[in-house]
C-alpha cells in the first residue's frame, strides 16, 4: 500500500552536442557529505506541488515533488537534498491544481543548514542502452543496489558498444565486482543479448543466479544465453508468477522491511495474441524497500494487462519503451504511480500519446532520451538514476551523449 514520503528530482547540466570535453558521468551518488533544507507552502486550493530550485536564479534546474497519495493538497513541507554546504539557493513553488491550472510563488533564496543522516540508500538506475552506430536504437537494462550491498540486474540491453560501455561504467561507478541475482523479462534481444557479453564474464560481473520467464511462448534466444550462463558457473531457473521473497529465495534481495514479487511471468501464452506473446512473457517485477515501492514491466503489453492485479507503487518502469500498445488506464489506475520512467525507443515508433496519458494521471514521465520532463528541457541522452531511504526518493540525471 502506498505510504507518505518525500519524492525528490535533481538534474545535472548537459554537455552539448560538440563539446569534446569530458563527460564521464559521476552517477549522482549521494553520499554523507550532503546536506539537506527544507522548503514549505500554502496555497488556496489543493494543487500538485512541485519546488524548483538551483544556485541561479534565472535557471532553476532542480525539482523536488510533494509525494502524498492523492498528488495533491494545499499544504505541504519539503526536505531537499543533495545540496552543498553554505551554497545559496533559489526556489520557488510550482502548484498545478486538477484543471492543469499553474500558480507558482516569489523567487525566494535560501541557505543549506543541516548535515544530511548517515545511511545506506536502495538505488535503481535505469541504464541509457539505446544508442549505437549499427542502427539498434532500443532496449532496456536496469541496475539495482539494496543497502546491504546485493546487485541486481533485470535486462541487459542489445549487446551494441554504447549499451556495454555505460552498462560497465555504472556497474563500476557503484563499486559492483559481482550480480547476485539476474532476469531477463522475455526473449527478445534488445534485452538479454547483452547478457551474453564478456561484462558477465568470470573476470568482470559474473552473475550467481539468473531468472527466466516461467514456460515462455518463445524460448530460443534465452535458451541459448542459459546455455552461456550455465558455461560460466551462473545458477538458471525459471521465476515463477506470484512467489514472494521468503528466507533463502531469489527475491529475499535485502533484509529487515523489504518485500518482492513476481506479478506476472510467462504469460504470453495465456493471453494467446500471437502478436505480442513474447513482450507478454515479460516478467513483472514488484519491489518494496520500506515505503518506496517499484513496479518493473519488461515490454508488458495491454492485453496481458488486462488479466493481472497490480499492487500500487511510486515508480513505474514504463512497459514497452513508452510505445501506446504498452500503457493502460487499468494498469494506470491500479498502479497509480507518482512517477514513470522510459527506456526510450528512438526508432520513430515513440507514441506521443503515452505522454498524454501519464499526464492525464498525474504522473511525471523521464525518459532516457529526454529524463526532464520540463517542456523547454533540452534533449539529451541519459541514465536515470534513482536513490531512496525507503521514505525519500530521489531522482537525478546527467546527460552522457
Known sequence: MKKLFWLLLFTYSCASQGDTTDTKKSTALYTKDNYTLSVSW???????????????????????????????????????????????????????????????TAI?????????????YFIFVTMDVSRDGSGISWGDALFIQTPSGTNVIVDAGPETSQSNTNIREVLQAYGVTKIDYAFITHDHADHYRGFTSSIFSSSNFPISEFYYPHNPSDFGGISDLVGTLQARGTQT?????????????????????????????GLGREVGNSSSDVNNDSIVLYVRYKNAEYILTGDFEVDGQAVVSFPQADVLKVPHHGRLDGTSDKMLNEITPLVGVISTVNDGLFEPNVLNAYSRHSIDVYRTDKPNPEENSPECFSNVYSISD????????????
Open 237 to 265: 531457473a525459471a521465476a515463477l508468477p506470484g512467489t514472494k521473497n521468503s528466507a533463502g529465495n531469489y527475491l529475499q534481495w535485502e533484509n529487515g522491511d523489504f518485500e518482492a514479487e513476481v506479478v506476472s511471468s
Open 42 to 104: 500554502n496555497f488556496d486550493e489543493s494543487v500538485k506541488a512541485v519546488v524548483e530550485f538551483g544556485t541561479n536564479k534565472n535557471d532553476l534546474n532542480m525539482f523536488a515533488y510533494d509525494a502524498s497519495v492523492s498528488n495533491f493538497s494545499k499544504n505541504g513541507q519539503i526536505n531537499l537534498l543533495g545540496v552543498d554546504s553554505g551554497q545559496k539557493y533559489f526556489f520557488r513553488i510550482r502548484g498545478t491544481n486538477v484543471s492543469q491550472e499553474v500558480s507558482y
Open 390 to 401: 525507503g521514505e525519500t526518493i530521489v531522482f537525478s540525471y546527467e546527460c552522457i551523449n
Open 108 to 120: 525566494d533564496s535560501v541557505i543549506t543548514p543541516t548535515d544530511l543522516p548517515n545511511e545506506d
